[in-house]
Protein backbone atom coordinates (compact mmCIF):
# COMPACT_ATOMS: atom_id res chain seq x y z
CA UNK A 1 0.00 0.00 0.00
CA UNK A 2 1.29 3.23 -1.05
CA UNK A 3 1.46 6.18 1.16
CA UNK A 4 -1.25 8.15 -0.85
CA UNK A 5 -3.57 5.27 -0.49
CA UNK A 6 -3.75 5.88 3.88
CA UNK A 7 -5.81 7.10 5.62
CA UNK A 8 -4.86 10.46 6.77
CA UNK A 9 -4.68 9.24 10.41
CA UNK A 10 -1.70 7.25 9.44
CA UNK A 11 0.49 9.38 7.43
CA UNK A 12 3.46 10.89 9.54
CA UNK A 13 3.02 14.29 11.32
CA UNK A 14 4.46 16.65 9.35
CA UNK A 15 6.24 19.67 10.90
CA UNK A 16 4.37 22.57 11.92
CA UNK A 17 6.86 26.21 10.90
CA UNK A 18 8.89 26.60 13.42
CA UNK A 19 9.09 29.88 15.65
CA UNK A 20 12.36 31.94 16.55
CA UNK A 21 13.70 31.66 19.85
CA UNK A 22 15.77 34.04 21.45
CA UNK A 23 18.33 30.62 21.94
CA UNK A 24 19.18 30.62 18.54
CA UNK A 25 21.83 32.58 16.84
CA UNK A 26 21.46 35.91 15.57
CA UNK A 27 18.92 35.73 12.30
CA UNK A 28 21.62 37.03 9.90
CA UNK A 29 20.92 35.82 5.96
CA UNK A 30 23.41 33.15 6.49
CA UNK A 31 21.91 31.69 9.65
CA UNK A 32 18.97 31.93 8.48
CA UNK A 33 19.92 29.82 5.31
CA UNK A 34 21.90 27.26 7.34
CA UNK A 35 19.26 26.90 9.98
CA UNK A 36 15.94 26.49 6.98
CA UNK A 37 18.20 23.75 4.84
CA UNK A 38 19.36 22.15 7.92
CA UNK A 39 15.70 21.34 9.47
CA UNK A 40 14.47 20.59 6.02
CA UNK A 41 17.09 18.29 5.18
CA UNK A 42 16.98 15.87 8.74
CA UNK A 43 13.02 16.20 8.06
CA UNK A 44 13.24 14.87 4.75
CA UNK A 45 15.36 11.97 5.01
CA UNK A 46 13.37 10.75 8.35
CA UNK A 47 9.74 11.38 6.30
CA UNK A 48 11.64 9.03 3.41
CA UNK A 49 12.20 6.42 6.27
CA UNK A 50 8.52 6.43 7.18
CA UNK A 51 7.10 6.30 3.57
CA UNK A 52 9.59 3.66 2.31
CA UNK A 53 8.28 1.72 5.00
CA UNK A 54 4.26 1.63 3.89
CA UNK A 55 5.29 1.03 -0.13
CA UNK A 56 5.21 -2.78 -1.56
CA UNK A 57 8.49 -3.39 -2.51
CA UNK A 58 7.49 -4.18 -6.26
CA UNK A 59 5.46 -0.89 -6.95
CA UNK A 60 7.99 0.21 -9.43
CA UNK A 61 6.35 3.66 -9.67
CA UNK A 62 6.24 4.10 -5.92
CA UNK A 63 10.23 3.08 -5.84
CA UNK A 64 10.97 5.41 -8.17
CA UNK A 65 9.46 8.40 -6.70
CA UNK A 66 11.37 8.07 -3.52
CA UNK A 67 14.64 6.88 -4.73
CA UNK A 68 14.43 10.04 -6.83
CA UNK A 69 14.10 11.91 -4.16
CA UNK A 70 16.83 10.61 -1.74
CA UNK A 71 19.21 11.03 -4.84
CA UNK A 72 18.02 15.33 -4.86
CA UNK A 73 18.14 15.14 -0.92
CA UNK A 74 21.51 13.63 -1.31
CA UNK A 75 23.00 16.20 -4.08
CA UNK A 76 21.74 18.90 -2.42
CA UNK A 77 23.37 18.28 0.86
CA UNK A 78 26.97 17.20 -1.21
CA UNK A 79 26.73 20.80 -2.56
CA UNK A 80 26.08 22.61 0.39
CA UNK A 81 29.21 21.07 2.10
CA UNK A 82 31.34 21.90 -0.49
CA UNK A 83 30.25 25.05 -0.36
CA UNK A 84 30.87 25.52 3.05
CA UNK A 85 34.21 23.76 2.90
CA UNK A 86 35.37 25.97 0.09
CA UNK A 87 33.29 29.20 0.83
CA UNK A 88 32.01 29.67 4.28
CA UNK A 89 34.42 28.60 6.30
CA UNK A 90 37.33 30.22 4.77
CA UNK A 91 35.42 33.42 4.56
CA UNK A 92 34.23 32.88 8.62
CA UNK A 93 37.91 32.09 9.46
CA UNK A 94 39.65 35.67 7.70
CA UNK A 95 36.74 37.67 9.70
CA UNK A 96 37.61 36.00 13.48
CA UNK A 97 39.32 37.74 15.66
CA UNK A 98 42.61 35.95 16.70
CA UNK A 99 41.09 34.91 20.39
CA UNK A 100 38.56 32.78 18.45
CA UNK A 101 40.47 31.12 15.82
CA UNK A 102 41.83 28.29 17.48
CA UNK A 103 38.63 27.07 18.94
CA UNK A 104 36.97 27.45 15.30
CA UNK A 105 39.76 25.46 13.65
CA UNK A 106 38.82 22.92 15.88
CA UNK A 107 35.11 23.06 14.91
CA UNK A 108 35.92 23.34 11.30
CA UNK A 109 38.31 19.97 11.53
CA UNK A 110 35.80 18.25 13.50
CA UNK A 111 32.94 19.51 10.95
CA UNK A 112 35.31 18.23 8.26
CA UNK A 113 35.40 14.60 9.25
CA UNK A 114 31.47 14.37 10.33
CA UNK A 115 30.83 15.93 6.64
CA UNK A 116 32.78 13.03 4.85
CA UNK A 117 31.34 10.59 7.07
CA UNK A 118 28.05 12.14 6.55
CA UNK A 119 28.72 12.19 2.88
CA UNK A 120 30.02 8.66 2.49
CA UNK A 121 26.79 7.37 4.47
CA UNK A 122 24.33 9.36 1.04
CA UNK A 123 26.78 7.45 -1.62
CA UNK A 124 25.68 4.31 0.11
CA UNK A 125 22.24 5.31 0.23
CA UNK A 126 22.65 5.66 -3.44
CA UNK A 127 23.40 2.20 -3.71
CA UNK A 128 20.82 1.03 -1.62
CA UNK A 129 18.23 2.94 -3.57
CA UNK A 130 19.44 1.34 -7.20
CA UNK A 131 19.27 -1.77 -5.44
CA UNK A 132 15.57 -1.33 -4.32
CA UNK A 133 15.06 0.27 -7.78
CA UNK A 134 16.55 -3.43 -9.20
CA UNK A 135 15.54 -6.06 -7.02
CA UNK A 136 12.39 -4.82 -6.45
CA UNK A 137 12.07 -7.24 -3.26
CA UNK A 138 11.31 -6.92 0.55
CA UNK A 139 14.93 -6.69 1.59
CA UNK A 140 15.89 -3.79 -0.38
CA UNK A 141 13.28 -2.01 0.40
CA UNK A 142 14.16 -2.44 3.97
CA UNK A 143 17.92 -1.62 3.03
CA UNK A 144 16.47 1.88 1.56
CA UNK A 145 14.60 2.47 5.08
CA UNK A 146 17.76 1.65 7.23
CA UNK A 147 19.60 3.33 5.01
CA UNK A 148 16.98 6.52 5.39
CA UNK A 149 17.21 6.32 8.73
CA UNK A 150 20.87 6.09 8.88
CA UNK A 151 21.38 9.14 7.16
CA UNK A 152 18.88 10.87 9.09
CA UNK A 153 20.38 10.67 12.43
CA UNK A 154 23.64 11.24 10.82
CA UNK A 155 22.13 14.45 9.74
CA UNK A 156 20.64 15.27 13.12
CA UNK A 157 23.75 14.50 14.51
CA UNK A 158 25.88 16.85 12.05
CA UNK A 159 23.60 19.54 11.77
CA UNK A 160 22.97 19.99 15.92
CA UNK A 161 26.81 20.04 16.24
CA UNK A 162 27.10 22.80 13.52
CA UNK A 163 24.77 24.75 14.77
CA UNK A 164 25.85 24.59 18.23
CA UNK A 165 29.26 25.46 17.50
CA UNK A 166 29.45 27.29 13.95
CA UNK A 167 26.63 29.35 13.52
CA UNK A 168 26.98 31.47 16.27
CA UNK A 169 30.37 32.13 14.85
CA UNK A 170 28.76 32.93 11.46
CA UNK A 171 26.50 35.59 13.37
CA UNK A 172 28.89 37.06 15.11
CA UNK A 173 31.88 37.83 12.78
CA UNK A 174 30.78 37.09 8.92
CA UNK A 175 29.77 40.39 7.34
CA UNK A 176 26.54 39.86 5.39
CA UNK A 177 28.49 41.45 1.93
CA UNK A 178 30.60 38.16 2.60
CA UNK A 179 27.50 35.94 2.75
CA UNK A 180 26.58 38.12 -0.13
CA UNK A 181 29.38 37.37 -2.45
CA UNK A 182 29.48 33.65 -1.45
CA UNK A 183 25.63 33.34 -2.53
CA UNK A 184 26.60 34.64 -6.12
CA UNK A 185 29.56 32.76 -6.42
CA UNK A 186 27.82 29.36 -5.28
CA UNK A 187 27.29 26.83 -8.55
CA UNK A 188 24.64 24.12 -8.45
CA UNK A 189 23.46 20.96 -10.65
CA UNK A 190 19.85 21.31 -9.94
CA UNK A 191 17.35 21.88 -13.04
CA UNK A 192 14.75 24.95 -12.19
CA UNK A 193 12.46 22.78 -10.85
CA UNK A 194 14.63 21.00 -8.43
CA UNK A 195 15.71 24.28 -7.31
CA UNK A 196 12.49 25.42 -6.77
CA UNK A 197 11.15 21.82 -4.91
CA UNK A 198 14.04 22.25 -2.61
CA UNK A 199 13.34 26.37 -2.17
CA UNK A 200 9.64 24.77 -1.30
CA UNK A 201 10.89 22.28 1.22
CA UNK A 202 13.56 25.03 3.19
CA UNK A 203 10.39 26.99 3.25
CA UNK A 204 7.67 25.14 4.26
CA UNK A 205 9.55 24.91 8.22
CA UNK A 206 10.74 27.99 8.66
CA UNK A 207 9.50 30.78 10.76
CA UNK A 208 8.34 34.30 9.54
CA UNK A 209 11.58 35.80 9.36
CA UNK A 210 13.51 33.37 7.95
CA UNK A 211 11.49 32.78 5.26
CA UNK A 212 11.24 36.62 4.32
CA UNK A 213 15.23 36.75 4.52
CA UNK A 214 15.33 33.64 2.08
CA UNK A 215 13.35 34.80 -0.13
CA UNK A 216 14.28 37.66 -0.30
CA UNK A 217 18.11 36.63 -1.14
CA UNK A 218 16.49 34.93 -4.73
CA UNK A 219 17.06 36.69 -7.73
CA UNK A 220 14.15 38.69 -8.76
CA UNK A 221 13.77 36.43 -11.60
CA UNK A 222 13.69 33.30 -8.96
CA UNK A 223 10.88 34.90 -6.69
CA UNK A 224 8.49 35.85 -9.49
CA UNK A 225 9.34 32.13 -11.01
CA UNK A 226 8.04 30.76 -7.47
CA UNK A 227 5.19 32.72 -7.09
CA UNK A 228 4.24 32.05 -10.63
CA UNK A 229 4.40 28.30 -10.80
CA UNK A 230 7.22 26.89 -8.32
CA UNK A 231 4.86 27.40 -5.33
CA UNK A 232 2.12 25.28 -6.98
CA UNK A 233 4.59 22.95 -8.26
CA UNK A 234 6.08 22.41 -5.09
CA UNK A 235 2.15 21.81 -3.53
CA UNK A 236 1.74 19.29 -6.31
CA UNK A 237 5.00 17.38 -5.57
CA UNK A 238 4.64 17.17 -1.92
CA UNK A 239 0.74 15.69 -2.08
CA UNK A 240 2.35 13.15 -4.69
CA UNK A 241 5.59 12.09 -1.99
CA UNK A 242 3.59 12.12 1.28
CA UNK A 243 0.29 11.98 0.28
CA UNK A 244 -0.34 15.18 2.19
CA UNK A 245 -0.22 18.70 1.41
CA UNK A 246 2.75 20.86 2.72
CA UNK A 247 2.69 22.04 5.92
CA UNK A 248 2.87 25.95 5.18
Known sequence: ????????????????????????????????????????????????????????????????????????????????????????????????????????????ADWTSRAALLDHDVRDLSTVARQW???????????FVRACARVA??????????EAELLPLLARYLPDREWTAIRRAARTTLTGREQ????????????????ARLLAGLPPAARTAWRAVGSRNFRAAVVRLRGAPPAA
Open 153 to 162: DAVAAHTAAE
Open 196 to 211: MLVLGLALEDACALDR
Open 1 to 108: MTAAALPRSALPAIPRPRVSTEALPRPTACVGYQRVLHQAVRREFRLLAELAGWTAPENVQRTAELTEHADLLGRVLRQHHVTERTQLWPALFRNLPAAEQDAARSSI
Open 133 to 143: AVAASPPARDG
